[in-house]
């Protein structure tokens, strides 16, 4: 698996990691829901260089995760918006800030926490099922082909998918 044909996978996460996987591009990510919109908010807040940030942005926007809406028309301005692409990014970017608040915190605790607007208090992601309403865990999903696998992995391990090796019972 090469890294620059990660979108030609056939699988989700190798697809989705050709668009957001790298650091800089989460960063920014995590920036635009924290309501940053505009390249010099981000640059000054990132410390990132000019040709990263704007390598890292123009992807965003290809992938229809980012579409840059006007604010000023002379000279013409652009900030950064998501879309609803980029808004379904949320629980991913939940995730994240929820292991990083229980596995990398150090003693002063999590430097920042969601909270929930309707109840005012702190949460945490949690994931159910889209059927049941159920809560799941690693250890309550089977994993099976769908009708998107194909592969030349098939002849070599055609039960690879399906596995659910590396974890405890």
Not at 20 to 41: A, K, Q, S
Not at 146 to 154: A, V
Request: charged share 30%; hydrophobic share 35%; net charge neutral.
């Amino acid at each position: 698996m090469r890294w620059e044909e990660l979108d030609q996978e056939p699988c989700s996460v190798a697809r989705t990691l050709s668009v957001i996987g790298d650091r800089w591009t989460l960063i920014v990510l995590r920036d635009c829901f924290l309501g940053v919109r505009r390249f010099e908010h981000f640059e000054k807040r990132l410390g990132i260089t000019r040709h990263v940030l704007t390598d890292r942005l123009k992807k965003l926007v290809q992938n229809e995760v980012l579409v840059k809406v006007p604010y000023q028309d002379k000279p013409l301005r652009e900030e950064y918006r998501l879309t609803e692409k980029g808004l379904a990014l949320h629980p991913v970017i939940m995730s994240l800030v929820h292991w990083g608040n229980t596995y990398m915190a150090d003693e002063r605790g999590a430097p920042l926490v969601h909270i929930h607007k309707d109840c005012g208090h702190q949460m945490a992601p949690v994931t159910t099922c889209s059927h049941c309403g159920e809560s799941v865990s690693a250890r309550d999903v089977r994993v099976e082909v769908g009708t998107g696998w194909s592969s030349d992995r098939d002849q070599q391990d055609p039960e690879a998918p399906t596995r659910n090796a590396g974890l405890p019972r």
